[in-house]
Structures are given as structure tokens and as C-alpha cells.
């Protein structure tokens, strides 16, 4: 099982920038990928981006991709999201989790075990 804990968010002017941070721990730290997810309000949960841990191929969602950057520090147990050029749009609720299996496409929310409690983005004037 992995634990997963996010920090990082907060509320930023548009064009502003945050950094979120993902600490895993546990006893399965071998897990295949981790991603971000996001859910605003009244809306479905949509992938983020994703960093794969064998050799650290990343993912990006249509929406975020140029603005947004996935990074690790495996030293810490830790994935980073890099938000740039914040938009309005870009407010939720956004949560980090793992897989276990390469199966299925990245941003796939079922293919996901282990999920954090979330941290909350306001991207507002």
C-alpha cells in the first residue's frame, strides 16, 4: 500500500504560479506511474499529467500542457507539479495517485489505487 499526501495549493491571481507536491510512503513504492488529477466543481474528475517511474516519461493533458510541468525527486519520495500561467479554469480540487500496471491509457482514473485526501487550487482575482 502507498500513502500519498499533497501540499501545495492555495489561492493565486491569474497568470500566477503554484507548485504542488505529492510525499509518498509506504510498503509498495514500486509502483509504475504516479499522476495528478483535478475536479472542479460539479464536473468529473480529469487527469493532469503523469510521470512514469521507470524512466520518468510524462503525460500532459491538452489543457495544461506548456504550463504545467511533473517532476521527481526520488531521493524524497516526492512528485512535484509545476503550475505555470494559472488560468480561472485551472481551479479544483487536485489529487495525486499511483498504479501498479502499465495497462491502460494514463489519464484512465480506474486504473488508479492509491489517491491522496487532495489539495484545493483557486486560481481567482
Known amino acids: 500500500q502507498v500513502q500519498l499526501v499533497e501540499s501545495g495549493g492555495g489561492l493565486v491571481q491569474p497568470g500566477g504560479s503554484l507548485r504542488l507536491s505529492c510525499a509518498a510512503s509506504g510498503s509498495q513504492l514500486d509502483y509504475y506511474a504516479l499522476g495528478w488529477f483535478r475536479q472542479a466543481p460539479g464536473k468529473e474528475r480529469e487527469g493532469v499529467s503523469c510521470i512514469i517511474s521507470r524512466d520518468s516519461t510524462t503525460y500532459y493533458a491538452d489543457s495544461v500542457r506548456g504550463r504545467f510541468t511533473i517532476a521527481r525527486d526520488n531521493a524524497k519520495n516526492t512528485v512535484y507539479l509545476q503550475m505555470n500561467s494559472l488560468k480561472p479554469e485551472d481551479t479544483a480540487v487536485y489529487y495525486c495517485?499511483?498504479?501498479?500496471?502499465?495497462?491502460?491509457?494514463?489519464?484512465?482514473?480506474?486504473?488508479?489505487?492509491?489517491w491522496g485526501q487532495g489539495t484545493q487550487v483557486t486560481v481567482s482575482s
Open positions: 495517485a499511483t498504479r501498479r500496471l502499465a495497462i491502460g491509457a494514463w489519464y484512465h482514473i480506474y486504473e488508479y489505487d492509491s
